[in-house]
């Protein structure tokens, strides 16, 4: 009884781990998101498929779980990394309020007629893709936070951008913008400034990696007229990021520390 929780990264073969590769070849069953399945449709040939919609992350995992416990080996995907902002917390959630016992993947065969056998397998994040298309914004200390409130209270969210601005992280805002939810970007450039001036550095990602790639730089007071989506990734420097040329990025600290000369 195995479950696989797979990050596909961006969607393309090219950006997956040969693990994550190897694991959806071996798989009897595929669950995901419908976009994510079809992102990686070239290598689910010829397998039982379950696919659904937003909103049904619930419906999906319990269907991939109850799959694995009947003894046909299932990958869950989820796209980037399915630890950050994805499926393998609600994996967790689920065996624990209907208490299945789980098991690392170097269990014994034995050991896998008792509980349900889980493993992990980390993709590449879109922070880390928007980050490399942007050059690099996340060299020093940064902070990631969602501007969904549809399982999130904004009253938390706003006081976690507030105390992100006010430590100076560099600061990854996922989901921006969607058409019932357009001013949540307003509201946080607001709290952000409150800490730190308008001409710090932001740069926009959409689609990172994708087909639909975009990729732009603006500064925190223009962010909110920023063409964004749910697919886009801001990348809000901190006081000593910048853009040069057609990047951004944010010193480690190696130019003070060792005196390095123009």
Known sequence: ??????????????????RAVQVIREADCIAGYTTYIDLIKDIVLDKKIISTGMMKEVDRVEQAIDQALSGVSCALVSGGDPGIYAMAGLVFEICSQ?????????????????GLVLEVVPGIPALAAGAALAGAPLTHD?????????????????????????????????????????????????????HRPGETAVAVVTGAMRENQKISF?????????????QTVLFIGSSTSMQYMDFMFTPRGYTKKYGIEK
């Open 98 to 114: 209907r208490g299945i016992q789980i098991l690392r993947n170097s269990a014994s065969s034995d050991a896998e007629e008792t």
């Open 218 to 230: 603006t500064t925190l007071d223009r962010v909110d007229t920023a063409e964004v989506g749910m």
């Open 1 to 18: 009884m195995k479950l696989f929780i797979v990050g596909t990264g961006p969607g393309s073969q090219d950006h997956m781990s040969q």
């Open 142 to 194: 940064f902070a990631a936070v969602s501007l969904s409130d549809l399982l999130t209270p904004w009253e938390t969210i706003e006081k976690r951008l507030s105390c992100a601005a006010m430590a100076d992280f560099v600061m990854v805002l996922y989901n921006p913008k969607s058409k019932k939810r357009d001013w949540q970007l307003t509201r946080a450039r607001d709290l952000i400034m409150e």
